[in-house]
């Protein structure tokens, strides 16, 4: 995937720690352009923390700013992408848990 130009990246309910430790533990931490986790789509309120929202229209935002997002909610789909600057009609995204 990664020689055809396709970006690869985690998306996890887990925190940053937890993720990349299961990552490194895995060996697996060099085989993604990175990872989107709870606090991405979820940033501490009150810290500026807004690079993890760049890329996304002020609906997007907004409905961070007021709400828990957790895969499997579409909501928390569409903010992935949009965070990851990915185009929905070339995204794959693919799941470990039935839903």
């Known amino acids: 995937m990664h020689e055809r130009g396709h970006k690869i990246k985690i ?4 925190d940053e ?4 430790q299961v990552l490194s533990r ?4 060099d085989c993604f352009q990175g990872v989107m986790c ?8 009150g810290l500026g923390h807004v690079s993890s929202i760049e890329g996304m229209n002020e609906v ?8 828990v997002l957790c895969k499997p909610s579409v909501q ?9 600057k990915g185009d929905p009609k070339k995204t794959v ?3 470990n848990l039935p839903t």
């Open 93 to 95: 995204i693919t799941e």
């Open 26 to 29: 895995l060996g697996l931490q």
């Open 38 to 45: 709870f606090e991405t789509l979820n940033p501490p309120m």
């Open 60 to 67: 997007q935002i907004e409905n961070v700013e007021t709400q």
């Open 17 to 20: 720690v937890h993720a990349a």
């Open 11 to 14: 998306f996890t309910n887990a």
């Open 76 to 84: 928390a789909m569409e903010a992935a992408i949009a965070i990851a």
